[in-house]
């Protein structure tokens, strides 16, 4: 397994942590004997003796921990322990890893707000434990342009293959967001987004909107989710509404993968299994 490593990456001088989202019920994929985030998915050392299985977010922390993150926190709802059980103090997933533990949430947004207290300071690398990322640097790459200290939020984006699942960026010839349209299928424009790492403003923006809709529990967010979430990508629309410097970074020719349904996770299985 990876050495958990003793420091972490700093960026736009502050230290980055990861943040995980892991409050969800996975009823997409139900029934499955355990939390999705730890669900058998492929193997790594293949050519070793002993080669050794990986869960579906373990792809998350390797992509993380390539871009020097050494530390990071997962949000968990009760009764999830298989997570904290499988990953302890971090060590499988090569950082130093800490638990927040909630209730019901409005959705990851809100799942995110809960670790508010110990991230405020930090920049941020953030991702959905059950997508799979591509190139092996998204997160240095993310980091790297996060660097440069004119942003806010750094969005990754991804080649468009179904627009009715997906959040489309629309961007200026600098790569900066114009706007996001939430699973917009009338849509044409190319990229959309799979990850982010962000600074102490979009966090005290998106505490501030979330709190927002915790006061309105009437909200329901249909039709921009399918489980009826508020979703993450309707705080980086609103974030470019109120003129946080949202940017993105394109890899051109690349997709994310979202293996929370039964399909994508055969196929993803199937083709996970040798690497």
């Known amino acids: 397994m990876p050495h958990t490593p003793s420091t972490t990456r700093q960026c736009a001088g502050r230290d980055v942590v990861a943040l995980i989202p892991a409050a969800?019920?996975?009823?997409?994929?139900?029934?499955i004997p355990g939390s999705k985030e730890v669900f058998p998915i492929g193997f790594s050392r293949i050519e070793?003796?002993?080669?050794?299985v990986k869960v579906i977010s373990q792809y998350l922390f390797d992509r993380m921990t390539a871009g020097?993150?050494?530390?990071?926190?997962?949000?968990?709802?009760t009764g999830k322990w298989d997570i904290p059980a499988y990953f302890g103090e971090g060590e499988p997933a090569g950082m130093n890893l800490s638990y927040v533990v909630v209730g019901q949430?409005?959705?990851p947004p809100d799942t995110l707000d809960r670790a508010y207290a110990f991230v405020r300071h930090n920049v941020v690398a953030f991702g959905f434990p059950d997508i799979l990322l591509e190139p092996p640097d998204v997160f240095d790459q993310l980091l790297t342009r996060m660097d440069v200290g004119d942003a806010d939020v750094v969005l990754g984006l991804y080649d468009v293959?179904?627009?009715?699942?997906?959040d489309i960026v629309e961007l200026d010839g600098e790569n900066r967001v114009l706007d996001i349209?939430?699973?917009?299928?009338?849509s044409v424009l190319p990229h959309c987004w799979g990850c982010a790492v962000w600074g102490p403003a979009f966090t005290e923006f998106m505490h501030r909107v979330v709190q927002e809709h915790r006061d309105h529990t009437a909200d329901s967010f249909g039709t921009i989710d399918a489980g009826g979430d508020l979703p993450m990508g309707l705080i980086f629309k609103q974030a470019v509404a109120a003129n946080l410097k949202v940017v993105g970074v394109p890899f051109k020719g690349q997709h994310w993968t979202d293996v929370g349904s039964p399909r994508d996770l055969l196929r993803m299985a199937q083709k996970l299994r040798s690497q």
């Open 181 to 186: 349209h939430l699973k917009d299928p009338t």
């Open 161 to 166: 293959v179904d627009p009715h699942q997906s």
């Open 48 to 52: 070793s003796d002993k080669p050794e």
């Open 105 to 107: 949430t409005l959705g």
């Open 24 to 31: 969800g019920s996975g009823t997409r994929i139900a029934p």
């Open 68 to 77: 020097g993150v050494g530390q990071g926190i997962v949000v968990l709802r």
